[in-house]
């Protein structure tokens, strides 16, 4: 006796009309559920969100200068 040929995955998705509107819901909500965790990271990773009404800097902050306990800075490298 011959074996059935093998439905084509168009015609198993015709006949599964039940499981259908299940199965797209559950795609939607891995979709959310992977958002919520990619602005979770990067939330964490960035720091604090910028204050309203400033633009965040492109720049990187420069270089910090070693400071003498007043404030003013060294006058010579050897003194840093």
């Avoid at 198993?12 to 795609?27: D, L, Q």
């Avoid at 965790?37 to 990773?45: I, P, S």
């Avoid at 400033?54 to 060294?74: K, V, Y």
Wanted: net charge positive; no cysteine.
């Amino acid at each position: 006796m011959p074996k059935p040929e093998p439905e084509s995955r168009d015609h198993r998705r015709r006949t599964n009309n039940a499981a259908r509107p299940i199965f797209a819901e559950a795609r939607r909500i891995g979709l959310v559920q992977r958002h919520l965790r990619k602005l979770h990271h990067l939330a964490t990773r960035t720091g604090p969100p910028p204050t309203a009404g400033s633009a965040p800097s492109t720049r990187e902050m420069p270089p910090r200068t070693p400071q003498t306990q007043d404030g003013s800075r060294p006058s010579t490298p050897e003194a840093a």
